[in-house]
């Protein structure tokens, strides 16, 4: 079974400040992680993903993400933020082996808010 | 990559009443899925789609509930039977494939749906 887990439910900081959106993940094999954002009344976006190549991800939008197989963890960092960045995140985990293809498991979401 | 789109947009409905939610994909796809998003919420997956087999249900969802159709491979319909204000989320479609650096989910705009 696979899981997992945002640690904030809200972030905030200002721009032109670095972003670090937090992720913790369980999977019974090795995983897929990707994040998705969800601006207001948008649909969802592929930010970025991992699926067992380099452990640095490098997305959209100046944004990566870590895989740190020790700590079962795939964090989202950006090194300034801008006011657009504001939305929804989603950690998102999938065993997908290439055998075939389960679902994706959603984490809970956080939300990132830019002050000016 | 592939290209979704999903009819109705939206819709308010009544309570009691069902609602069938069109996904067309621009290519062929073995599975397809279907996910909620409650107000609020995280996306939830409901069920996968295989064309030619019954849809696999998530726990909690059942297929009196949801049935779903999967007549061909760029298809699938989703119904939200004896709709009450609980049913009330964004339904989103999606179908897996490989992007640059391997699998991927790609998702549709979403159907928000109002239940009155």
């Known amino acids: 079974a696979q899981s997992v887990t945002q640690l904030d439910s809200h972030v905030s900081v200002s721009e032109g400040t670095p972003v670090l959106l937090r992720c913790n993940y369980s999977?019974?094999?090795?995983?897929?992680l990707f994040w998705y954002v969800q601006h207001p009344n948008k649909g969802l976006q592929l930010l970025l993903k991992?699926?067992?190549?380099?452990?640095l991800v490098k997305g959209i939008n100046g944004f990566e993400a870590e895989f740190k197989k020790s700590e079962t963890s795939f964090h989202l960092t950006k090194p300034s933020a801008h006011m657009s960045d504001a939305a929804e995140y989603f950690c998102?985990?999938?065993?997908?082996?290439?055998?075939?293809?389960?679902?994706?498991?959603f984490g809970k979401g956080t939300h990132l808010i830019i002050q000016p | 990559s592939a290209v979704i789109s999903q009819k109705p947009s939206r819709d308010i409905c009544q309570r009691g009443t069902s609602l069938t939610i069109q996904c067309q994909v621009d290519?062929?796809?073995?599975?397809m899925f279907w996910y909620r998003q409650q107000p609020g919420q995280s996306l939830t997956l409901i069920a996968t789609?295989?064309?030619?087999?019954?849809?696999?249900?998530e726990s909690g969802f059942v297929i009196d509930k949801f049935p779903i159709s999967r007549p061909n491979l760029t298809f699938s319909t989703l119904t939200v039977s004896n709709m009450s204000p609980e049913d009330s989320s964004i339904y989103l479609c999606?179908?897996?494939?490989?992007?640059?650096?391997?699998?991927?989910?790609?998702f549709g705009p979403g159907t928000r749906l109002t239940v009155t």
């Open positions: 998102v985990v999938s065993d997908y082996s290439g055998g075939g293809a389960d679902g994706l498991t």
């Open positions: 789609a295989n064309q030619g087999s019954e849809a696999t249900y």
């Open positions: 999606s179908v897996d494939g490989h992007g640059q650096g391997g699998y991927e989910q790609y």
């Open positions: 991992y699926t067992s190549a380099a452990t």
């Open positions: 999977s019974s094999y090795s995983p897929s």
């Open positions: 290519s062929q796809v073995t599975m």
